[in-house]
């Protein structure tokens, strides 16, 4: 008999086959039931099968009830596990919830019985799951890190976000990394009419690229190997919200025009499909990279580009902003001192003035690391190793708060503008200066970065304070080649 969508699977993990015979003779309309003789077959099929729920007798040869339960902690995101026993004693009932089960069905049982207990656990987990998220969602709008600040910049950025919010605008948020970019798109999201919708984020640069196209639209059964069955991508699971696009930049060339056209007809085919599929999803995306240049290059399309920026979102860099850092500091020191219940107090003027001055490279994200190690130790002094050690190399030009390419340089930067540079032969452009210098230099450090590592790419991203993927990036972009 064929399963149906609506039904939920069980996983019966028991050595007596009665009794999954006997339940998917009595509530094969609500469920489909599977069954595992003993529990390495039945922890073997928590993989495979997926079920939402199982039931699991707690004396069996082999591993017992109690073992599996403590196996079944190590499989991320499990089901939850009712148990079955015709010994019911109040000790082994104590020890099954203490390790993990949600429930104790005494045998022999009535199916009715089975099926109640099953429906109960079933939309617990489905509350559960729903509260879990929406304490994310409120999480996330509450935290508002970049938000917290008095400066100008950071003024003007409240001020776009509340006009922006409510409207249907793609929004492009450009900035450097730590500077709050999701927050930024989550805070979008809750103060728009679709507050109430899903907001599903999807990060373009963590996903391989061969597998993105199905992660973003879906798949149907059998569209390529281990699609054992048809599965909704990105886009449908956020039908009347928010789908967040992050590091938009990174998204393969040969996908962006399968994105375009689900942008703009509201409609995509899924991987392997045939039937058009509509939806309507507000688009917010997030860059680090200049698209300007990446479009210059051939690597992302402009129209693409176009259709995605209707309004552009810029973050600015925590070194723009250094009156905020004392408000994100007590900010930090507040929070992590009540989730690790320490009582570290305000830290020194002096030490403020260190935190104050330092280029924050990672922005608002490495501040915040340095206030909960500060925190978690109970020691402001340590702020002084953590300067000293912490990498001041920078990774990508930043962008101003109106989202174009910055032109602001770094004082080392300064320092490589050479006296024999003729402004009447090379022009007067400080932004194309600025763009040649560090470029030249960023070449340099990585090439040093592989050679003193051997040219061993993992060795040197480490070296260099990057991710593997940016330095085979970068490794392209500079035609960088190992002189053997």
């Not at 007596?16 to 469920?31: A, E, Q, T």
């Not at 054992?228 to 991508?233: F, N, V």
């Not at 408000?327 to 830290?347: A, G, Q």
């Not at 050679?451 to 061993?456: C, G, L």
Request: charge should be neutral; charged fraction near 30%; proline fraction near 4%.
């Amino acid at each position: 008999m064929p399963r149906k969508s609506e039904q939920l699977k069980v996983l019966v993990i028991d050595d007596d086959p009665n009794v999954s015979w006997m339940l998917n003779k009595g509530l094969s309309g609500d469920f489909e039931f599977k069954s595992a003789r003993d529990g390495i077959e039945g922890i073997q099929m928590v993989t495979t099968e997926s079920p939402d729920i199982i039931l699991l007798d707690i004396k069996m040869p082999g591993m017992s009830g109690l073992e599996v339960l403590d196996k079944l902690k190590k499989v991320e995101n499990h089901p939850d596990v009712l148990m079955l026993s015709g010994h019911a004693e109040t000790e082994m009932i104590v020890e099954a919830m203490k390790r993990g089960a949600t429930e104790f069905i005494k045998k022999p049982f009535e199916i009715e019985e089975v099926g109640i207990h099953l429906k109960t656990a079933i939309e617990r987990r489905k509350l559960k799951n729903k509260v879990v998220g929406l304490q994310k969602e409120l999480s996330a709008s509450r935290d508002g890190n970049m938000f917290i600040g008095e400066s100008a910049a950071m003024a003007k950025v409240r001020e776009l976000v509340e006009q922006v919010a409510p409207s249907e605008l793609t929004v492009l948020i450009r900035g450097e990394s730590g500077t709050g970019k999701e927050i930024a798109a989550r805070t979008l999201h809750s103060k728009s009419p679709r507050a109430k919708k899903p907001f599903v984020k999807v990060n373009c640069a963590a996903i391989p690229r061969d597998l993105l196209e199905a992660e973003l639209f879906g798949y149907e059964k059998g569209a390529f190997t281990g699609a054992h069955k048809t599965k909704q991508g990105r886009f449908e699971v956020a039908d009347k919200g928010t789908i967040f696009l992050d590091e938009i930049g990174d998204m393969p060339i040969e996908l962006q025009s399968k994105l375009l056209q689900a942008i703009e007809q509201r409609e995509f085919v899924r991987v392997g499909g045939v039937q058009n599929i509509r939806v309507d999803v507000r688009i917010v995306s997030a860059t680090n990279k200049n698209l300007e240049e990446a479009i210059s290059a051939k690597q992302f399309r402009d129209d693409l580009f176009y259709r995605l920026n209707e309004i552009t979102l810029g973050l600015p860099p925590l070194r723009q902003r250094p009156d905020d850092v004392p408000l994100l500091v007590n900010h930090f020191i507040e929070r992590y001192n009540k989730m690790y219940k320490k009582s570290l107090p305000d830290i020194s003027s002096e030490t403020m003035k260190k935190l104050i001055d330092f280029e924050w490279a990672g922005n608002v994200r490495q501040l915040e690391n340095f206030i909960k190690q500060m925190v978690v130790r109970n020691d402001e002094s340590i702020v002084n190793d953590l300067l000293a050690t912490s990498s001041r190399v920078v990774a990508q030009a930043p962008y101003e708060t109106n989202g174009s390419y910055s032109t602001t340089p770094t004082a080392h930067i300064h320092e490589k503008f050479s006296a024999s540079f003729d402004p009447e032969t090379d022009g007067y452009s400080l932004k194309a200066r600025i763009e040649k210098v560090v470029t030249k230099e960023e070449s340099q450090l990585i090439r040093a970065a592989l050679t003193k590592t051997n040219w061993n790419r993992r060795k040197a991203s480490q070296l260099l304070d990057i991710s593997y993927r940016s330095l085979l990036y970068k490794i392209k972009e500079y035609a960088l080649n190992e002189i053997k």
